[in-house]
């Protein structure tokens, strides 16, 4: 989080910047959960049946959280843009929403593709047997989508 009254449209995007870096914990976090229940001790198709729909709840609080959080930092920057009216800052300002905006874009596709990835692992492991050749193409989407997030947050930082 930043301070209630951001005095720069820099220190917006640091902002953004340590609120993807809270949306990393998460996923790690989500996905170490999923993990443990289905493999860990007393894990399984029975532990996830009863125990997911939490975690699953948990996380989106939790990423909804972090997503108003970006949301106030683009509407700020959208205002601070308008506010430079024609200065050079101004584009900068309108460059950095962009990319903002797309990084949230990016980041509700990989929830999406993380949650269809725990399906079909968890497809894998019990009896109706999944699809590995699925549950391998939604790891290279994963991993794509991972490293268009890394390369805008990489141009937000700098």
């Not at 990423?63 to 050079?88: C, H, M």
């Not at 900068?92 to 269809?116: D, H, N, P, T, Y």
Request: net charge neutral; with cysteine.
């Amino acid at each position: 989080r930043w301070p209630e009254r951001p005095k720069s449209p820099a220190e917006l995007v640091r902002g953004v910047v340590k609120l993807h870096e809270a949306r990393v914990a998460v996923h790690r976090a989500y996905d170490g959960a999923f993990k443990h229940l289905l493999t860990g001790d007393g894990g399984g198709a029975r532990a996830i049946a009863r125990m997911y729909p939490f975690v699953v709840a948990s996380v989106t609080a939790r990423f909804q959280a972090l997503s108003d959080g970006v949301r106030a930092a683009i509407a700020a920057l959208e205002a601070a843009a308008a506010e430079a009216g024609a200065r050079d800052e101004a584009s900068e300002i309108r460059e950095a929403v962009e990319l903002v905006k797309k990084l949230q874009g990016f980041e509700q596709a990989r929830l999406q593709l993380v949650a269809m990835h725990h399906v079909e692992q968890s497809q894998l492991r019990t009896a109706s047997g999944g699809n590995q050749d699925g549950c391998a193409q939604i790891r290279q989407r994963l991993g794509g989508t991972a490293e268009e997030i890394e390369e805008i947050v990489s141009e937000l930082r700098h």
